[in-house]
């Protein structure tokens, strides 16, 4: 934006986008000229292991501006959406009593859909049936737990996410109703849209493309490989925190399966290919957010 002056100082600021398309800078741009607190979110910019690779903002920036629920959590904890409403709770909690304007910014559309729409209050997964969906996932693919749901959660599902697929399985397993009833008995969001200024931000595929390679290129100097190095001996490829966008390339690199060339090249067409899904997804569920170009 080449003008704050939209912006409204006295309510909290919701800013989506897909990844590299300068959220957080636009997030500093308005703390910097208004104030405010920037809070994360990002469901991999929650991880401690993952600040190059889930292009964290950097120590000065966290320096300059509070920001919080970045790099808070550890891998092999828990972590969900509801998580990350219950931590949001008390800082929304503190503005209303007078705190610092939350500018919350992040490009994973469920925490933003569960923040201005509501999530769902779904009992948690028991491990036994945890543990029985990852078996069927690695022995007979996502898709036979896809065909198990019912007709309207199929209907609202991502079919070629395997994990979203098993989360949907794993509910109807788990509570006898389809994660569309679940969805459709939500309670009210935490952040009305009517309560905040929630900005999408539209950024061209090509001007994006480009960021992308150029942003990639940029980690792997400034020590993306070290980063994945220090966690492999931990690693695993379906955890949650093991999702960061280059994390398995750069870990088949380190093990030789395939040379740094080739784990660049799969790391770059890997984001963005995510962020053309974003922006689809943006562009489906983010109708009512003020669409704003890229800063």
Not at 101 to 118: D, F, K, M, N, V
Not at 192 to 217: G, M, Y
Not at 255 to 268: K, L, M, N, Y
Request: include cysteine; glycine fraction near 8%; charge should be positive.
């Amino acid at each position: 934006m080449d003008d704050l002056g939209t912006i409204v100082p006295d309510r909290p600021v919701v800013i989506g986008g897909p990844t590299a398309c300068g959220k957080s800078a636009l997030a500093l741009r308005i703390a910097r000229t208004q104030g405010g607190v920037i809070v994360n979110a990002d469901a991999l910019q929650i991880w401690s292991c993952w600040r190059i690779l889930s292009a964290r903002p950097s120590p000065q920036d966290e320096a300059d501006i509070p920001h919080l629920l970045y790099g808070h959590k550890h891998p092999g904890d828990a972590y969900s959406v509801g998580h990350w409403l219950r931590d949001l709770a008390p800082i929304l909690a503190a503005f209303k009593n007078g705190g610092p304007r939350p500018i919350i910014i992040g490009g994973t559309g469920l925490y933003l859909s569960a923040l201005t729409e509501g999530l769902a209050d779904i009992p948690p997964t028991p491990a036994a049936i945890r543990q029985e969906a990852d078996a069927i996932r690695d022995r007979d693919g996502h898709l036979v737990m896809a065909q198990a749901l019912d007709p309207q959660t199929a209907a609202r599902v991502d079919l070629k996410n395997p994990m979203r697929v098993q989360r949907a399985w794993e509910v109807q397993r788990a509570t006898g109703r389809g994660l569309a009833h679940w969805q459709d008995d939500t309670p009210p969001p935490l952040l009305p849209l009517d309560h905040c200024q929630a900005l999408v931000i539209d950024a061209d595929r090509d001007w994006l493309a480009t960021r992308i390679d150029r942003r990639f290129d940029i980690m792997l100097k400034t020590g993306a490989v070290e980063e994945v190095q220090q966690i492999l001996p931990i690693w695993d490829r379906d955890a949650l925190w093991a999702k960061a966008i280059g994390a398995p390339e750069i870990v088949a690199m380190l093990r030789g399966e395939i040379s740094a060339s080739t784990a660049r090249e799969q790391a770059q067409a890997a984001t963005r290919q995510y962020a053309k899904r974003q922006r689809t997804w943006f562009r489906a569920r983010l109708k009512k957010w003020q669409k704003i170009p890229r800063p």
